[in-house]
């Protein structure tokens, strides 16, 4: 067990190196040789465990996906399902340094990702992956009684991850802004909260609140207005 627990350890750091390299050189950046310089080791050793940069760049990724799922289920214990919906999705947006670096590596995905097979199959899975996580939150909203009844959790979960997605370029575009983090969290929220279901009392339009339209407020309940002449 120890020996996997190393060698586990040691591909997350390779991983990592790729990372690094990514952020300060671009995707193109990334080769046997640069990661291997970045990483202290040998080209030799290197390629024993990933022969190709194709192999580096989707191990990258996919460390990307297990630290999003590993944080993604400490969420699970906030009880409150609207702010565990808005916590899980805020765990996919840039707002420090650890996830502005995961953006960056799937941005990198995605720009290597249109002329090489292999990354494309990476990119499918994340895709999915992300996809399945709104599908999974808007099934714990409506388990929890508070998702609309007229929301179609498949167009929803489109809504949802395109607007995660969008958000997350946004705050790559820009350098890190505190500001920026919390505009993007309030979207998010916004969002959000008109996928939940309000009691008729806390609904915006009128007749919701109980008040009669405009015009007839003099008119008692369960009489006819008088027609005039």
Request: proline share 6%; glycine share 6%; charged share 35%.
């Amino acid at each position: 067990m120890p020996r996997l627990i190393d060698r586990a350890r040691r591909e997350d750091e390779l991983a990592e190196a790729v990372w690094r390299v990514i952020r300060r050189d671009g995707a193109s950046g990334v080769s046997v040789r640069t990661v291997a310089a970045e990483a202290g080791l040998s080209t030799g050793s290197l390629r024993h465990s990933f022969p190709t940069r194709i192999e580096l760049m989707a191990h990258a990724t996919a460390l990307v996906g297990r630290r999003v799922a590993a944080r993604t289920a400490r969420r699970r214990s906030e009880p409150d399902a609207r702010r565990r919906t808005v916590q899980v999705l805020a765990e996919r947006l840039p707002l420090d340094d650890e996830r502005r670096a995961e953006a960056e590596v799937t941005a990198a995905l995605h720009a290597d990702a249109a002329s090489h097979p292999r990354l494309r199959e990476v990119r499918r899975a994340a895709h999915a992956a992300a996809r399945e996580t709104c599908l999974t939150q808007l099934a714990q909203l409506r388990a929890a009684g508070l998702l609309r009844p007229d929301a179609h959790p498949d167009d929803e979960a489109d809504h949802l991850q395109a607007l995660v997605a969008g958000l997350a370029l946004q705050l790559l575009v820009h350098e890190p802004d505190p500001a920026q983090h919390a505009r993007a969290l309030r979207l998010l929220e916004r969002h959000v909260d008109a996928l939940v279901a309000r009691p008729r009392g806390e609904r915006g339009d009128r007749g919701d609140r109980g008040e009669r339209p405009s015009g007839r407020d003099d008119v008692p309940a369960g009489r006819t207005p008088r027609r005039e002449a």
